[in-house]
DNA sequence: GTGGTCTAGACCACA
DNA sequence: GTGGTCTAGACCACG
């Protein structure tokens, strides 16, 4: 099973179920119609209480990056931008400027942080979305 | 005044005055030895709750980042790092996996990506390796 | 109180909340910077469990009509787009068809639609978004 | 065949058939006394389970917009308006008011949701006013 | 069987 | 006081 929870870490259990599936599609460890495990099976898998994983499904229907049906259960959405750009490129560098900002005081320094850049995004690989699909439409 | 607060961030406001903190010392614009303003002073130019700056000055004397003396204020301290380095490296590339896959799903490309990478990293103005060790706290 | 919900209705009652809010935004009822009542609050005025007026405030959040700080409220926020227009269009039209289809099994002809939807518009007003900032960013 | 589905739609397969039915027979695709096809007939060509279909055909009966003659089949019945005319307008704009409000909300302006409200209007392909009052149910 | 909604109540984090 | 997370368990809607 792909999808693991660390009941230990002060991230929330639904947000990282929520990264955790992300991360699988994004890497291409899922693909889009793939099934997820079913609610109630996942919840016992991962001993947490089912509405946690209902959350976090609905967090990931709500971004696009799966969708349910009532009564067969939860798949992996096919890659839809839904976002703006502009907006996307917000959130991103919000959420690296913090990033980098801990790393800064973790005593890692500009090379660390170019190295483990490259590795991470190398983990994307990117074939799967067109490698270089430009969109220069925002404002 | 180097620290700054963004009450519209969901950043809980001490915790954005801690990394605020930690940047400037980290990148070198307080250096050790260097006087804090004072919780009530800091707390009105700020316009935040004097709770709320208590709270982020007694993370960072928790931390190590300051020291506190009774009736005279607060004070950077020397730098002494935390963690070890391998743990503050797999942190790091922890978070950037989940940012990554985050920033795929949310439509950018790896052009997009580095772009805003480098333009964070240059956000740290860093300091150039090693200078962060010297010990000529002159002030 | 501007919000209200219905109990009786098969809408589930955060979807409720949720139309109420947006529409009290849409309309000029509320405006940016608003407070919104507290979860407990609200939950006690509309007799519902706090939990549902809470994922009511969960999914404003998400879609950028509010936003929430612990310990201070929810507010109405700045009117942003995030979505690309495309994709408002199509969830737009795939909403408006189902509306329009239901109307028609209800008995209503065109002249009834157009006239909805006429008394439906006005009640915007516009001028808030000022008037015509036409887009045409979109693949 | 008039009736189609999309098992990608969050819209429940059954109410996808009963509208689907509905509009036919708004629009004078389907006449009153035409024979639809056998439960177990359509669910092979919708690809679905044939329970989902005997479900909308019984939503359909109960609606009043066929009815089912056992041994022969179920049949387009002759139309008879369920609601008062003042009730469905009320639905209708009360459902209006709350799509608009989203639609602003998504970023569209006055001139998008006319637009829209127009295309979706014409995908009806609305029978001249009177023509559905008729009575020369010729078949 | 599947997911969706709601309630009740506990506990935590923030200001 | 505020919002956020999680659990437990009930009930409904769908296939």
Chains 1, 2, 3, 4 share one sequence.
């Not at 996942?42 to 990931?60: D, G, I, K, Y």
Request: aromatic share 6%.
């Amino acid at each position: 099973m792909i999808l693991r929870i660390d009941p230990s870490s002060p991230e929330p259990l639904f947000q990282q179920l929520v990264n955790c599936v992300k991360s699988a599609v994004a890497t291409g460890r899922m693909r889009p119609g793939d099934k997820l495990p079913s609610v109630r099976e996942l919840a016992r898998e991962l001993v947490v209480n089912p509405n946690t994983v209902a959350r976090a499904f609905q967090v990931l229907d709500a971004e696009g990056v799966t969708y349910s049906r009532r009564g067969s259960g939860t798949f992996v959405a096919e890659p839809r931008p839904t976002l703006r750009k502009d907006e996307g490129l917000r959130r991103y560098r919000a959420a690296l400027d913090a990033l980098l900002a801990d790393a800064l005081h973790m005593g890692l320094d500009a090379h660390d942080m170019w190295g483990g850049f490259e590795e991470s995004l190398a983990e994307l690989h990117f074939p799967p979305r067109g490698e270089e699909e430009r969109e220069d439409d925002d404002e």
